[in-house]
T-cell receptor
Framework: GAGVSQTPSNKVTEKGKYVELRCDPISGHTALYWYRQSLGQGPEFLIYFQGTGAADDSGLPNDRFFAVRPEGSVSTLKIQRTERGDSAMYLC??????????????????FGEGSRLTVL | GNSVTQMEGPVTLSEEAFLTINCTYTATGYPSLFWYVQYPGEGLQLLLKATKADDKGSNKGFEATYRKETTSFHLEKGSVQVSDSAVYFCALSEWNQGGKLIFGQGTELSVKP
């Protein structure tokens, strides 16, 4: 299985708790993306990594959300002081490249099956 | 800012019917356009794409033509099957934004035998 792997597939937590969601991209993919998808809506962009650095974090809704990718492979999305409005499906995707090095990228992102977060 | 608008669903069709799902976009530059599909219980996957005006993307019997003059990328299939039941997302990507996709809200398609 060489696809994008996300864990946990399902997370239930209480309001105010801290949550980490993990994404393991396709081997060799340098670009990694996080999206959030609410029921009945399209995925909304959160943050994009090129290698280890966050190339675009314009979609993070507030400073409770943070993501890291320390070795340029696995990424963790961290949510502090969770709120009920954070409940959604969190999607991770990877691609072969992006950013300035990937100008003109095909836009073929490979998505994982997502982590469903429920905040009670 | 950039945005994508799709026709609202759900769309319910009988097997072998003709399918059209409308998609229009707003972009500041000259984007690439995509259709992604999400089958039940699976992750999003690319269905087809077009990178310049008048290009036609096609896959699995689905087609969409990049129409710059009408800023549209409508998805069509001549004869749908039950297995096409899924949620379809139109998306765009600007050339200088690292492959970041902007999605429409999705259109659910249900095909009855």
């Amino acid at each position: 299985g060489a696809g994008v792997s996300q864990t946990p597939s399902n997370k239930v937590t209480e309001k105010g708790k801290y949550v980490e969601l993990r994404c393991d991209p396709i081997s060799g993919h340098t670009a990694l993306y996080w999206y959030r998808q609410s029921l009945g809506q399209g995925p909304e962009f959160l943050i994009y990594f090129q290698g280890t650095g966050a190339a675009d974090d314009s979609g993070l809704p507030n400073d409770r959300f943070f993501a890291v990718r320390p070795e340029g492979s696995v990424s963790t999305l961290k949510i502090q002081r969770t709120e009920r409005g954070d409940s959604a499906m969190y999607l991770c995707a990877s691609s072969k490249g992006g950013g300035l090095a990937g100008v003109g990228m095909t836009g073929e992102l490979f998505f994982g099956e997502g982590s469903r977060l429920t905040v009670l | 800012g950039n945005s994508v608008t799709q026709m609202e669903g759900p769309v319910t069709l009988s097997e072998e019917a003709f399918l059209t799902i409308n998609c229009t976009y707003t972009a500041t530059g000259y984007p690439s356009l995509f259709w992604y599909v999400q089958y039940p219980g699976e992750g999003l996957q690319l269905l087809l794409k077009a990178t310049k005006a008048d290009d036609k993307g096609s896959n699995k019997g689905f087609e969409a033509t990049y129409r710059k003059e009408t800023t549209s990328f409508h998805l069509e299939k001549g004869s749908v099957q039950v297995s096409d039941s899924a949620v379809y997302f139109c998306a765009l990507s600007e050339w200088n934004q690292g492959g970041k996709l902007i999605f429409g809200q999705g259109t659910e398609l249900s095909v009855k035998p």
